[in-house]
């Protein structure tokens, strides 16, 4: 979302606390470029003002009466779309009502200054006004609710399982390796592609999500809700099966090694970020070559984007989602740029798209593929 110059960014304040509404409100307005336009006692409130108001962004508190902030957020995110910052006490890294709220299409949080003379209120003003400010600027698009989540695909037939086993034995014993990157707006994206794949999905999946640390073994265990296959955090040391969702932890890299293992490096953040998308398809592309299919997702900034070139070298697929639903179309907008991406898809399409690739991988694969 754009501005005119000097033009300030309108905030709507959504707390139950009058007194924390009056402590944000001192916040944002003392930054020169935000005005708060409105504030809501709870979510209902909220939900009413972000459709008469129009706000640039919404700060949104969770735990309120008549509506929470998780209601609030899903009502607004699929009627009438803004970028919401959550503000609650709950706000922490790794909580599920946080990462709900992500899924459900917020772009930040910050945890609630405890009082109007917290001695670490200058830090989070600093921290609250900076994600405020960045906010304005993503693209708001809306996001379905959980409960319209696709349902999770029925297995394969005995005849396509076979035909699959057939396949995956002439490939060497090797088998098909997907790998969805993804940064602002990556949750709720991720939940949409993974809930529409079948459960017999001959490929493994790789999810390198910028999220941090504390955030990615909740992410797993809510993904298992809704997708038939089986998710879970990347170990060390692993060998990758088919059929089965590796979510990179926030605090490593991932890679794969020349023997098919994953490595899970602890190192610094590469480019500015850790996990690192460039490094996991890099890596991925020169253990599973041809048989890799690479999908770069809404995020800010151009993680992937030397990655799906290695992808392409290496004989294998790269898609991307769209600008018109991503959240930000920064990471794949960059990896179109190089010229590697075949495919640009909605993302309801994504899921669909992998199936038939996958399936396509598997009729195609000589012996002994990479």
Do not use: W
Request: aromatic content about 2%; hydrophobic content about 45%.
């Amino acid at each position: 979302m754009t501005t005119a110059p000097n033009k300030k960014l309108r905030v709507l304040i959504v707390d139950d606390s009058t007194f924390m509404r009056k402590v944000l409100q001192d916040i944002i307005n003392a930054d020169p470029q935000l005005e708060v336009v409105g504030q809501g006692a709870d979510g209902r409130d909220g939900v009413a003002l972000a459709q008469s108001l129009r706000p640039d962004v919404i700060t949104m508190d969770i735990n309120m009466p008549h509506l929470d902030g998780l209601q609030a957020t899903e009502l607004i995110m699929s009627q009438n779309p803004r970028p919401i910052v959550i503000v609650s006490s709950e706000s922490r890294e790794g909580t599920t009502s946080t990462l709900k709220a992500l899924e459900l299409g917020a772009v930040d949080f910050v945890t609630k200054p405890t009082s109007g003379i917290d001695l670490d209120m200058k830090t989070v003003a600093e921290d609250l006004n900076r994600k405020i400010r960045t906010a304005a600027k993503v693209r708001v698009v809306r996001t379905a609710t959980r409960s319209a989540l696709p349902m999770p695909r029925a297995p394969l037939s005995a005849t396509a399982a076979a035909v699959n086993s057939a396949a995956l034995t002439q490939s060497g014993g090797k088998f098909p390796m997907v790998v969805l990157a993804a940064s602002t707006g990556g949750p709720a994206a991720i939940t949409r592609v993974v809930a529409g794949l079948p459960k017999d999905f001959p490929a493994a999946v790789f999810l390198v999500v910028h999220m941090p640390a504390a955030f990615t073994k909740q992410f797993a265990v809510q993904l298992t809700e809704i997708t038939a296959l089986p998710v879970k955090e990347a170990e060390a040391n692993e060998v990758p099966q088919a059929g089965t969702i590796y979510l990179c932890p926030g605090s490593h890299h991932l890679q794969l090694s020349s023997g098919g293992k994953i490595t899970l490096d602890p190192g610094p953040r590469i480019d500015g970020y850790r996990p690192c998308a460039d490094v996991a398809l890099e890596s991925i592309a020169a253990y599973a070559g041809m048989l890799m299919v690479a999908v770069v997702l809404t995020g800010m900034g151009a993680d992937g984007a030397k990655g799906v070139k290695t992808v392409k070298s290496a004989g294998g697929c790269v898609l991307a989602q769209d600008e018109a639903t991503s959240t930000i179309f920064g990471m794949p907008a960059e990896a179109i740029k190089t010229g590697a991406v075949e495919e640009v898809l909605g993302l309801d399409d994504i899921a669909p798209a992998l199936e038939k690739r996958v399936a396509k991988l598997l009729r195609l694969a000589p012996v002994g593929a990479r």
